[in-house]
């Protein structure tokens, strides 16, 4: 058996549109399962989705446990894995290595761990007028993407913060390297662009 279980969850509608020869949560768990960890993946979808995956047609569907509990925190202690991660559907296109790193951290110490990526945009700080105050260094700052994972065991509750979870000792929490293809469909315009990057992808096998 697998010693790591990524949930693929959905909180938006958006995870069901198409992309490629599917759909955006199916790509999500395609990518899940070709890390070379082998992970067993669930997909979990909010409750208030459900009946809307129900209803999609079997091309927009993927083929993997469909987790029935309520919350992700009662998902996760009902698994047999050690490492558990979770992973935002609406990143269709997260490379497999990238479940592959935040794993080896958890394998070498790390309570929790998260991909994070340098900010290429020239960032500003700006009062309520928008009138700039500052720009803000670069090199302090990381982009956080997905998915992050945890050491099962580790986990005491929920978190409210950008973590899903709290674990017992929050100094042991790491970002690993990210990749920049980790693109969030935040609207359903956004496809259009992880289409193409799903095709420059394919093209380069990258």
């Not at 925190?73 to 497999?96: D, G, I, M, S, Y």
Request: charged share 25%; aromatic share 6%; hydrophobic share 40%.
């Amino acid at each position: 058996m697998s010693s790591v279980r990524v949930f693929i969850e959905v909180t938006s509608p958006l995870a069901f549109l198409p992309l490629g020869d599917s759909s955006v949560c199916a790509t999500a768990v395609k990518r899940a399962q070709e890390a070379k960890c082998r992970p067993a993946v669930s997909l979990f979808i909010s409750p208030d989705l459900r009946g809307v995956y129900q209803e999609l047609s079997q091309k927009l569907k993927t083929h993997v446990e469909l987790e029935a509990s309520q919350t992700l925190f009662e998902a996760l202690r009902n698994v047999q894995e050690e490492f558990v991660l979770v992973h935002e559907a609406l990143r269709p296109l997260t490379l497999p290595k990238t479940f592959d790193e935040v794993v080896l951290a958890l394998q070498s110490g790390s309570q929790a761990a998260r991909p994070a990526h340098v900010v290429v945009d020239t960032l500003k700080t700006v009062t309520r007028e928008f009138m700039v105050e500052q720009t803000i260094d670069r090199e302090k700052m990381q982009s956080l993407t997905s998915p992050e994972g945890y050491v099962k065991n580790n986990i005491v509750g929920v978190d409210s913060g950008v973590w899903h979870f709290q674990v017992e000792n929050p100094t042991t929490i790491h970002y690993v390297r990210g990749d920049q293809e980790s693109i969030k469909v935040r609207q359903a315009e956004d496809v259009v662009l992880v289409e193409s990057f799903l095709a420059w992808q394919t093209i380069t096998k990258s």
